[in-house]
């Protein structure tokens, strides 16, 4: 009997054919909550998640269950420490989207830098003078700050280097870089004429960058986020674009998505939303799908999966949390 994968209905037929030859049998699905699969697929065997949260059930509703493979690189909406201790693998795909992140957080500074979005608006509403009284940044000479400095962090700080950008760093595992300079976290808001964030969602650091950051930052500062939205505080961001404590922002990534049409984000101009893009093209998605699926068959093969987050714990007394805090 074939085992069975659910998948998400939109992912990449490139994914759906790795899976396919493989000999599995697929359950696509629109809704990949937790009460969703369970009711659709209790006796599948592997999941493939893309951002929907995915709460904690009990084991014993999916039996066969080995794992849960994330398409994509955050895990903040899988307990990882949760399906460990139940026996189940819980994956990312580290290498499939990268660069196309990397590319997008500059395609943003660069928008923010000369006012593309906001100077095309007005231009389609008749305001041809809006341009005289926004102008525009060189990025070469400014500061770029890193916070994380895994595999996006160092794609992004080798384009922006390129724009002739001083590059500072705060990653607390990163003790040597061959670009820019290690600074304390302080530093990195004081200093940052725009500041990428480029970290895992933590215990630690969830909702970590709030007001007393904002007020440790140039007033003319930028802040992009493409990471996860639980890394800021969201109301105090609110106040300090509101307040103009800091100059702008890019967010494609919210607490709740889609970010709701009644949020106060839409009624400020100096921020430029987009609906998390970050590794929306068809290269990344195609290998993202691909990349997941080959975990799903190591692990239902009885191998061992290249790209766990978590550590699978079958004596409770051995239970250590593990885990990996830069994307």
Known sequence: MKKSVVIPKNLSQKGKDTLLHAGFNLVELEDLSASSVI????????????????????????????????????????????????????????????????????????????????????????????????????????????????????????????????????????????IGSLVNREDIFRQSDILTLHMAVTEDNKAGIGSREFELMKDTALLINLGRGALVNQDELLEALREKKIAGAALDVFNEEPLPLNSEFYQLENVLLTPHIASNTKNAMENMAVDAANEVIKVLNGESPQWAVNKIYFNQSMIKKHYFQIL
Do not use: C
């Open 39 to 178: 009711k659709t697929a209790p006796d599948a065997a592997a999941i493939i998640l893309m951002t929907e949260p995915f709460e904690n059930f009990d084991k014993a509703k999916m039996p066969n269950l080995k794992i849960i493979a994330r398409h994509g690189v955050g895990y903040d909406n899988v307990d990882d420490d949760f399906w460990g201790k139940n026996g189940v693998h819980v994956t990312i795909t580290p290498n499939a989207n990268a660069s196309t992140v990397a590319e997008t957080t500059l395609a943003e500074i660069l928008d923010l830098s000369k006012n593309l979005t906001v100077t095309s608006n007005e231009m389609r509403k008749g305001n041809f003078d809006y341009k005289n009284s926004h102008r525009g940044f060189n990025l070469a000479g400014q500061t770029l700050g890193i916070m994380g400095y895994g595999r996006i962090g160092k794609q992004v700080a080798k384009l922006a280097h390129a724009f002739g950008m001083k590059i500072l760093i705060y990653d607390p595992f990163v003790k040597t870089t061959n």
